[in-house]
C-alpha cells in the first residue's frame, strides 16, 4: 500500500502492529517540506611510555594550556593533521603565556596508505598509534609529530574510552599547568540521536563524536564523553567540539555544569581550517578577556572558509560556529520547559485550528542535514510561538529570546548562509508519535539535486521500520510505501533521550510522543552530506 505527502511522506502498511498502525495515521497528513574496549595505560609524569618532567614550581603558570584530542578521523589525515600543524604557525612569541599538548591517533595502517600520501613504512609504523606530546615552537611539527618517541600507549587503544580522554586531560594539566584549560576534540560528529547514544554495555558500533576507525567505528556516547571530563582533576574552561553538527541541545544541556563555555558548528565543518594559529595568540595573553577571544577566533575561523573557497553570496557553503555560555543554559532550560508544557496541554485540549497551526510548523521546521532528524530548535520554538499568540503572547516570546540571546557569546555563519538567512541556532531532535527517522537520498542528476528513496524510522520500543520514498507525478509530493521490518536499533527511547538532562529539564520526550506530523524533510537548499547506507543491506530501488 501507498500513500501520498507534500515534498514528503504520509504513509500506509499492512502491518498491525501497534505502533504500525499509529504510524500510518501519522504519516497520513500532508507534510510541507523544504535533511573489548582497551583503555590507555594511566597518564602521568612518570609514564613509562611518555616520560615528561614535571614543571618548575618558581615557574610562572601560563595563562592557558590548549589541549587538543583528535583522531585521523578514517579518511581525513592529511587534514586533520594540518589543522594541528597550524599551532606551529602561530610565532614563539604567543607561546611565552600558554601552552599547547596534543594527543591523535592516526587512522588504521590500511585507511593511511588509502587516503594516500603516505609511504608504507609512516603507514606501518603510526597507522593505529596515538602520539602525544607538548608543542614545541621552536622545532617543526614534522618534527614532533612523526616522533617515535612520541607514540604512547597501547597500539590501536579504544581512542572513545572515556578513560582515555580524561588521563590525557590530567597528563596534560601535570605537563603544563596553567590558570585556565581549554579543550578541543576533533574528529567527525553527528549531533544526537538516540541510536548514536546506546548504552555502552550493549558493546554497539555507533556512537555520536569520535569516529574510531580502528575499533569498529565506536563513538563517544554523551554520557561517555561527559563522563570523561568530569572526571577530570582540573576544571576545562573552554570545551570545543570540532566536529560536524556538535551545537544541539540535547550536548549543551549535559556539558552546562562541565564548562564555562562551549564552541561547536550546528552544520557540517570543513575539513580544512586555517585559524588554529589564532588560538596561542588570543589566549596567550595576561588578562585575556576570553569572551572577546572566543568571538575572534570564531569569527576568523568562519572567515578562513570562506576565504578557503573564494566563497561569496551566490556560492553554497553551509558553515557556522557558535560560542554558548554556559551559566545561561539552566534559564534557558526553564523557557523551554514552560514552552513545551504549553504545548503539549495544546496539542491535546486546544482547538482542532490551534493543533492545525502547530502541525504546519513542524511540517516546516528547518532541518540541519539532509539525512538526520535534527532540527533548528529555535526557529521552531519561534514559529509556534508566532502560531500561537493567544497560547504564549508576546511577554513570553520576549522572555524566550532574551534567554536565548544570553546564551550565545559568538555566532559566525559563512557568506552565503547570512545572504540567504539560513542560518542555524541550536538543533534539537524532531520526530513524531516516540519515533524519528534517518532518511536516504540519491543524486537526482537530471535536476543536480537529491531527492529521497528511503526512510528507516527508529520506534521509541527499539523497533525500526523502512519505508520507500517515491515521488509523484506533482514533485511537491512523495509517496511511501511500508518495505520491512528491520532489525531492533538496540535500545530505546526511554533508555537514551529521556537519561538526557535536556529532557530530564525541558520534558521533550513528552513532545516527541505526542507530535503526530512527520517533520519537513528536507532542509535549506537541500543541503548534502555524507549519506551511506549501511553495511550489509541493499539500497532502495
Known sequence: MTLTCGRACSRSTKRTSSFGARLIAAFAAVLSCAMTMTVFTACTNDNIDNPMPLPDPEEKLAEYTIMYYGHGGSNREYY??????????????????????VQYKFSTAENMKAQGGYDDNTCQEFGGKTSRWVVNPSKSFQEQVYSRSNIYGADNADYTCADSLTNFINWAAKACPAKKYMLIVHDHGGGYRPDDDLPESTGAGTRGMVYDDGRDLKHFTVKSFTRAIRQADVHIETLFMDACLMNCLEYQFELQDLCDYVIAPTYSKPSIDGAYRMLPKLLGQPSVDIEQALDDYCKACVASWDEAWHIDETTPLYTDMTVTRTSSIAHLGEMLREFTDRLCDTYQNGTDAQRQAIDNCTASAVKVQLNRPNYDAIKYVKSIVNALPEVYGEAFYNQMKEAFNNCIVAQYFSKYLTAHNYMVDYSVLLGFQGAYAYTYWRNDDANSSQKPIAEVIYAEDGKTYIFKVSPTDNPEYY???????DDPWGSTLADTYEQLVFDRTVGWSRWLRLNNQHPNLFCPKDLKFELPWPEGKNEVE
Do not use: P
Not at 80 to 101: M, Q
Not at 479 to 485: A, D, G, H, Q, V
Open 80 to 101: 586533520y593533521l594540518s589543522k594541528i600543524g597550524d599551532f606551529y604557525h602561530a610565532g614563539e612569541e604567543a607561546y611565552k603565556y600558554t601552552n599547547v599538548v
Open 479 to 485: 509517496e511511501s510505501t511500508f518495505l520491512t521490518e
